[in-house]
């Protein structure tokens, strides 16, 4: 028997738009969302942005910090 015999890989694309040069987006609930539909149980969740433009951040969803990061981009870019 092979050994990924039980392999299992589900594929999900989530569309959004954005309003400004920076905004956060919060996927956390859509991403659990797909994973939960998946069926799949142990595995890993692979998540990226395909344009050049678009940037992923794993932090907590807290005000002050995602705040920080802001202030950070907006130094980077002016």
């Known amino acids: ?3 990924l015999a039980d392999f299992r890989v589900f ?6 738009s954005t309003k400004g040069e920076i905004e ?3 996927l956390t609930d859509r991403v659990r969302d797909i994973v939960s539909r998946s069926l799949v149980r142990n595995g890993i969740v692979h ?3 395909p344009h050049a433009t678009g940037l992923l951040v794993l ?6 910090l995602l705040e ?3 202030v ?4 980077l870019i002016s």
Do not use: G, Y
């Open 24 to 26: 956060f987006v919060d």
């Open 47 to 49: 998540v990226f942005a």
């Open 72 to 75: 950070f981009l907006e130094t």
């Open 11 to 16: 594929n999900q694309t989530v569309s959004f």
């Open 1 to 3: 028997m092979s050994i």
């Open 59 to 64: 932090t907590e969803n807290e005000h002050c």
């Open 68 to 70: 920080d990061i802001r």
